[in-house]
C-alpha cells in the first residue's frame, strides 16, 4: 500500500482566507461548516485541479483524466463504481475523515436510473445530474486544534511514479500558498468585487405557503411522510460567484 504524503501546514489564515487563493480555479472545492467546531463542524476540506472529471446526465456519461476524454453510455453508477475502485486506497487515519477523494453532486433526478417512476420535474437547470471531480491533493482545517495540514495521493500514477506526483502536487500546493500572502488575501481588488440585483424567488410567499400546507394534508392522509420542498432564487450579477 502506497501511503498519501501529509505534511502539517504553517498558517494563522482562516479556512475563507486561504480558499480567496483558489476560488477561481476550475473545479475548485470548498467544504466548510459554521457548525459548532467540537462537534459536527471540526473539519474544512479544499482542492483544486482534480485530476479526473465525472459528469453524466441520463445514460450518457463524460469522463476526462488529464486531457484523455471519453464518451459512455449506459448506467452511470456502473462506470463510477469501476472508477472509484481503480482510484481506491486502503490507508486510513484517525486524524481526519478525508485526505482525497471524489467531491461533487448527485441530483434527485437520478431516480430515473434506479426506479421506474414518473418524471414531472421540468429540466430548467439543465445542469449534469452527476458531476464529480477526483482531487488527489486536499487542504485539510482541524478548526478544534486550530491546525491545518496539506495531503496528496499522487493519483493518478502507479508505483514510484505515485509518489513522485505526491511530493510535486504537494510541493506545488504549498508554493502557491506561500506566494498568497496576508496582504494580497485582503485587499480588495475591483475585479473580485460584484454587482447584483435584486434576488427574484419563483415562488410567492403564497404559493410557497400553500405548497407547504398541501404537503402537510398528503402526510394526514398517509401518502407520503416526507417533502423535500424548496424554491430557487435568481439574480444578475458580475464578478466573482465566491463574493456572491
Known sequence: MIKPIIEELKTKKSPIEVFKAFAKEPYSFFLDSGMDPGKLGRFSFMGIEPFLRFTSKADESFVNCQGWKKHFKGNPFYLLRDLLGRYKSDFKTKDFPFWGG???????????????????????????????????????????????????SGFPELGKKRKLRAKARLESLKERLWMTNEKKLSHKRKRDLFRGGELKSNLTKEEYIKAVLKAKEYIKKGDIYQVNFSHGFQTQFTGNPFQL
Open 102 to 152: 471524489a467531491v461533487g453532486w448527485f441530483s434527485y433526478d437520478l431516480k430515473d436510473r434506479l426506479e421506474k417512476l414518473p418524471d414531472r420535474a421540468i429540466d430548467d437547470l439543465r445542469i449534469p445530474e452527476i458531476s464529480l471531480g477526483f482531487y488527489d491533493a486536499v487542504l485539510i482545517f482541524d478548526n478544534l486544534k486550530k491546525k491545518a495540514y496539506i495531503a496528496s
